[in-house]
């Protein structure tokens, strides 16, 4: 296994090799070697006799290539202030991320800090305040432009230490990481590591902690934790089932809360929740309304009033809900306690109960999973989640429900909406596949009876065509919109699979019905080809930081072979690449449901009410929630174009860091870039700054492409306003023939005289790098295949530019001789990244 340096052992190397004046501190001594000519070279390979730009001109500039120019000694050594790599080392499995930017965090300061005055009102203490929850200060310090995550997991062994400081807490789940930069991790959970207190009188116990997600809530301003977990045994008077024939019924939802990102959180409660959303008289006692509801008066509470202004509610319609005898109720009017699950489906779910009874009168069989929090554009909460297999039934299928808030589900939106193997899941409201339920009955003796039952309901839905085998599974769902389009991204075989990765379905509202696109999938995923590096990238989770969005997956600990010689599974470690939308085919949803269709009516004859026009009605009316309303005629956004999903990764390699986290605000200045090409295709010009990583198949066809005549690729990158740049990577192509092994030349035309550079030596405004090596890592030559993502990099001190040429041959192919004819002289390029920024 290759060591990896990095962190405090590279600046200690990097200290040590800074010798002369003008370096940063902390910087590598890059030294500049005696310019090579003033003048155009011409007599490289590849280059034209009558060549304007040259490969080498000027100063021959000195940089690092990060793993590429230490790989004969074994060792990687990597400046991780700007690069991350996926190292295994986090060992952690289905992690939930949130990014807390400093506006957030002042937000959420901010609501606590009216909350208590209002909650304590005349008591109310500064001091006390900031020594329970901390300063504006230590807020900015501790918890603004920070990464927080967690993961499965829990505990019922908690330290004597944790128990004195939480007298309550009696187990606890899912361990809690923070980071500045999504690549190191620090766990920080208040207990023992752990987010989630339990305690003696909850719900929830540490059996089957799974797949936690994290979010703030722009409402309240608090820190929401979601995950499943299973509920106690044998308890009396519960709202949930205590006796199950098979250990998977336990499995529920679970909501906990808290007012910071690191918690500790608690398991949510009507009283606790409303508490940080509702008004207070200047005693301190809740304030209340009365309203007719239904025919009856009722004393509901209001919303403070700088929650209901974020709201822009008037004071005529910023009731908040019930309050009675000194309790919350949630908006349906029901107790939620510590005791009560806050999603609590096999409760009070009619339909549910009926369709999945379970042994117990009054509760359903209805296990549920992978919890995942969505809130819309409109501002509108939704729960997306797996239905787990149990005794009543096989498979891992997701649904959602939408939310009034986080303690209130709208019990008639629960939607079935994505189903192992099948295309979509459409719900109209009155047809249904016919399932087979399991029902069990208790006997006397103790003993349980099965029969196997035939169900129809309009809830269970109907499935689409079978359009891809995926054994049972569609868990690990994570849904973003954008553009008034919803992407359902979601995990199948099981994680147990190297082909466990996140795949992706599309729909223009949050209902569905969600078409699964499996030419644009996996998003991150192994693509067939060389899955040798990373691979089981699957249950993830999406985190915008900035204008950047990254998919947090966990992946295999060995990519090749994940058990054991015993046979055991052995792990799961976390990983991160960047993910983004592309629409160069110009798809339209109307060209996806039409395709979808044709397929539908082709492959699924058997059901014939399946036809054009009843499929038509069902994407109308939005999997019958009439979410455009039910005036509605025409499929909505039909003629939108659609951007697709894509990720770039699951990498091995050197990658820029997140840009929140870049030192000197530096950002990737090459998508701002005019892009000229001097020897190559000018219209794969496009691709050279476009963000997207070539990784899967189907990506192929975006790369920039050299030119046939003169067997290379010349493109130049020129800015209006002159750039500092701290670095570039030439990113290869995902395809061995056409992939390089190195880079030619560099060639930076200078806006300015670097302040290091040696008086005694010649300026001429110009500065080089020549034959740049791709990482070695990312060729896979026994196979004749790339392991996606590597690149040419260079890091070097930093120097001012308004222009950058970059020459690549075809000679350096990694095998020239692959190809025959014309197609021997073309080498692509997948992407350029260029680290820099504005020039003061």
């Not at 100063?59 to 991780?80: H, I, P, Q, R």
């Not at 499995?251 to 940080?276: D, F, Q």
């Not at 069990?440 to 029969?451: A, H, L, S």
Request: glycine share 8%.
């Amino acid at each position: 296994m290759r060591k990896i340096i990095a962190g405090i052992l590279l600046s200690i190397i990097i200290v040590m090799l800074a010798i002369f004046s003008g370096c940063e501190k902390g910087m590598i001594d890059y030294k500049i070697s005696v310019p090579h000519s003033s003048v155009v070279q011409n007599e490289q390979n590849g280059e034209g006799a009558e060549d304007s730009v040259g490969l080498y001109s000027g100063f021959k500039l000195g940089y690092d290539a990060g793993f590429a120019d230490n790989d004969e000694n074994s060792k990687y050594l990597f400046d991780d202030r700007y690069y991350y790599f996926n190292q295994i080392r986090t060992i952690s499995a289905d992690p939930g991320v949130m990014f807390v930017s400093e506006e957030q965090a002042m937000d959420s300061y901010n609501k606590l800090l009216v909350r208590e005055k209002k909650v304590k009102s005349t008591a109310f203490d500064l001091t006390a305040f900031e020594k329970e929850y901390g300063t504006k200060e230590e807020w900015l310090a501790e918890y603004s432009d920070m990464f927080v995550m967690v993961v499965t997991s829990s505990t019922a062994s908690l330290s004597s230490k944790t128990k004195q400081e939480y007298e309550q807490a009696t187990e606890a789940m899912y361990p809690l990481y923070v980071s500045k930069d999504l690549s190191n991790w620090k766990l920080s959970g208040k207990l023992d590591g752990y987010a989630v207190m339990l305690t003696s009188d909850c719900w929830a116990t540490s059996f089957c902690s799974w797949a936690p997600e994290i979010v703030r809530d722009p409402i309240s301003g608090l820190f929401m934790i979601v995950g499943s977990t299973g509920v106690r045994v044998g308890e009396t008077d519960a709202e949930y089932p205590t006796e199950y024939v098979d250990k998977w019924d336990r499995l529920t939802l679970a909501i906990a809360m808290s007012e910071t990102p690191i918690g500790p959180y608690k398991i949510i409660s009507a009283n606790e929740y409303y508490s940080y959303l509702a008004e207070y008289n200047e005693d301190g006692s809740v304030k209340t309304v009365m309203q007719e509801i239904d025919g009856e008066q009722k004393q509901m509470s209001v919303y403070r009033k700088d929650v209901s202004e974020f709201l822009g509610k008037t004071e005529e319609n910023a009731v908040l809900t019930e309050y009675k005898d000194g309790e919350f109720f949630n908006k349906n009017g029901n107790r939620v306690t510590v005791n009560t699950p806050p999603i609590n489906i096999a409760y009070y779910h009619e339909k549910i109960k009926e369709i999945y009874p379970n042994m117990q009168e009054g509760f359903g069989t209805y296990p549920a999973i992978d919890i995942n929090p969505l809130i819309d554009s409109r501002g509108d909460l939704y729960m997306y989640f797996s239905m787990h297999s149990s005794s009543s039934q096989g498979g891992n299928r997701v649904w959602v429900i939408k939310m009034k808030d986080w303690v209130s589900p709208q019990w008639e939106t629960l939607t079935h909406v994505s189903s192992p193997s099948a295309s979509t899941v459409y719900t109209d409201g009155v047809n249904s596949e016919t399932i087979s339920v399991n029902k069990y009955t208790k006997n006397p003796d103790g003993t349980k009876t099965k029969e196997t039952v035939s169900v129809n309901d309009p809830i269970v839905g109907i499935k689409g065509y079978s359009n891809i085998n995926e054994d049972g599974v569609n868990e690990g769902a994570h849904v973003i919109e954008k553009d008034g389009f919803y992407y359902l991204t979601y995990s199948p075989f099981g994680y147990g699979s190297r082909g466990y990765a996140v795949y992706m379905a599309i729909a223009n509202n949050p209902y569905g019905p969600f078409i699964k696109i499996p030419k644009f999938s996996p998003v991150i995923g192994i693509d067939g080809e060389s899955g040798d590096y990373m691979s089981g990238t699957g249950h993830h989770a999406f985190v915008w930081a900035g204008d950047e969005l990254f998919a947090v997956y966990h992946c295999f600990l060995n990519a090749s072979d994940n058990t054991s010689a015993s046979g055991a599974f052995l792990g799961r470690a976390i990983g991160f690449d960047r993910v983004g939308f592309y629409d160069y085919d110009g798809i339209t949803f109307g060209d996806i449901v039409d395709e979808h269709i044709a397929n539908e009516i082709e492959k699924n004859k058997t059901k014939v009410y399946l036809t054009k026009e009843w499929i038509e009605s069902v994407f109308v009316s939005c999997n019958n929630s009439y979410y455009y309303g039910k005036d509605v005629s025409t499929i909505y956004n039909k003629d939108k174009v659609v951007p697709i999903l894509y990720g770039c990764g699951p990498t091995r390699s050197l990658q820029p860091l997140p840009e929140v986290a870049q030192p000197n605000g530096y950002t990737n200045v090459a998508d701002k870039a005019k892009i000229e090409i001097i020897y190559g295709d000018e219209k794969t010009a496009k691709y050279a700054t476009d963000g997207l990583i070539t990784y899967q198949k189907w990506s192929k066809d975006y790369e920039l492409v050299g030119d046939v005549a003169n067997a290379q690729l010349k493109v130049k990158l020129s800015w209006d306003k002159p750039q500092s740049l701290r670095n570039i990577m030439i990113y290869n192509s995902r395809s061995y023939e056409y992939a390089f092994s190195k880079v030619r030349s560099v060639v930076f035309k200078l806006a300015s005289k670097p302040s290091w550079y040696p008086s005694d030596i010649t300026y001429n405004g110009y500065c080089y790098i020549k034959d740049i090596k791709v990482d070695p890592y990312s060729i896979n030559a026994d196979n004749q295949a790339m392991r996606k993502g590597g690149s040419a990099m260079a890091t070097f001190n930093e120097i001012t530019v308004s222009e950058v040429i970059i020459t690549i041959s075809a000679l350096d192919k990694i095998e020239p001789d692959l190809l025959r004819g014309d197609l021997k002289n073309i080498v692509k390029v997948s992407e350029i990244f260029i680290l820099g920024k504005d020039s003061e």
